[in-house]
């Protein structure tokens, strides 16, 4: 059983975790766990959407997030000399393509000394970035997209994902289908895009997770099984990692069992482990 994680968030200045750093850490520690990995969201977009400005975790100024991203790396700093386990500073990050974005972000991640970084796609957006929406806020923000215009929103962001394994930036990618929780890109005609996904993780070499928060909202991990399956039969040249994506203490460590019963059904045993952490 994977005793370790390395995908979680807390709260203090306003992340969407629900605990502090320090009761993530004490409860990880408790359970038995040598690794934490504490890796609140990264997402920073000149064009982050008006209805997000009152939302304390998205940033429109990237010299407004670096301050907040140096905190995150303090308040962790600070706890390691409290714990036995084995406390790993990083990022969940919204990978945007256009040059401008990866221009800044480039500067502002070389003055953070974090451990690792990880990929995680949240947001639909035009290929151009003029429109960006986080898919949980879709619903309540752009609730009148029509049917085409999603449907090549919902490719662009399968793209997006490419692009951000290309990059080269992450330890690992995270949920590759996260969209699918909000019933978007489930259509068979998008699994093109999931095998072009699945082709660029092999060709480059890029760990990605198995993310056990599915099993409580759609009673799947993400990627779906067949992805998993379908990366198992590339010889297993990929690491896997199984991530719990937790923003309670409760969830650390959850399906866990699962996540290592389908590995083993899918004879999928390239493991990540924490030693493969690399630093951007
Ligand atoms: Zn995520
Ligand atoms: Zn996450």
Redesign the pocket.
Known sequence: MQTFTL???NHEQNFDGHYSAREMIQAAQDKGFSTIGV?N?LMVHPNMPAYTYDMPMFFSDFNKAEKVYMRHIEILQNLKSDFKIDIKIGF?VDFFTSSEWRRNFEKMITRLPVDYLIS?SHFLKTKDESFLCNIFHLKQFSPSIDKETMHHLVINHFENIIAAIKSGYFSFI??LDYCSIFGLGEDKKYDKYKYKILETLEQTKTPFEINT?GYDRINRPHPAPWMIQEMSAKNGIVPIVI?D?A?FTEHLGRHFAEAEALLKQLNYTNRFTPDMLKKP
């Open positions: 995908h979680t968030h890796t969201h969940e995680g995270a949920h928060s991530s994506d923003h």
